[in-house]
C-alpha cells in the first residue's frame, strides 16, 4: 500500500477556518469579558464554530490565489456569526460543568 503521509506533505492542505476562527475568537474575548475562558468552552466554542462553517481547504504551499475583498468580508461576518452562535450554545450549556460535577463523585 502506498503511504501518502511519508510520500506527500499533507500537513500543507489546510481548513484555513480554524486559523480565522481562532483569531475572532481572540478578538471577541478581548472585548467580552463574560465569556468563560477555560479550555473545555474555548475549544467547543471553536470545534461547534467549525462543525457548522463549510470547509474551506487549501494548499498551503500555494498561498491564496484569488481574493475578492467582498466575498472576503461576508466570509468574516459569517465566521463571526457562527462564533457569537457557538459562545451562545456553549454559556447556556456549559461543558466544565459536567467535568466538575464529575468529579465529587
Ligand atoms: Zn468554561
Redesign the pocket.
Given at each position: 500500500m502506498v503511504n501518502l503521509r511519508e510520500l506527500y506533505r499533507l500537513d500543507a492542505v489546510v481548513n484555513e477556518n480554524k486559523n480565522i476562527v481562532i483569531e475572532l475568537l481572540q478578538h471577541i474575548l478581548a472585548t467580552d469579558k463574560t465569556i468563560?475562558?477555560?479550555?473545555?468552552?474555548?475549544l467547543?466554542i471553536i470545534a461547534i464554530t467549525l462543525n457548522d462553517l463549510p470547509p474551506r481547504y487549501r494548499v498551503g504551499l500555494i498561498g491564496t490565489i484569488d481574493f475578492d475583498v467582498d466575498a472576503e468580508t461576508q466570509y468574516l461576518e459569517k465566521v463571526q456569526d457562527g462564533l457569537y452562535h457557538a459562545i451562545m450554545r456553549?454559556t447556556e450549556n456549559?461543558?466544565?460543568?459536567i467535568t466538575l460535577n464529575q468529579k465529587k463523585y
Open positions: 468563560c475562558r477555560c479550555e473545555h468552552c474555548i467547543d456553549v456549559p461543558h466544565h460543568l
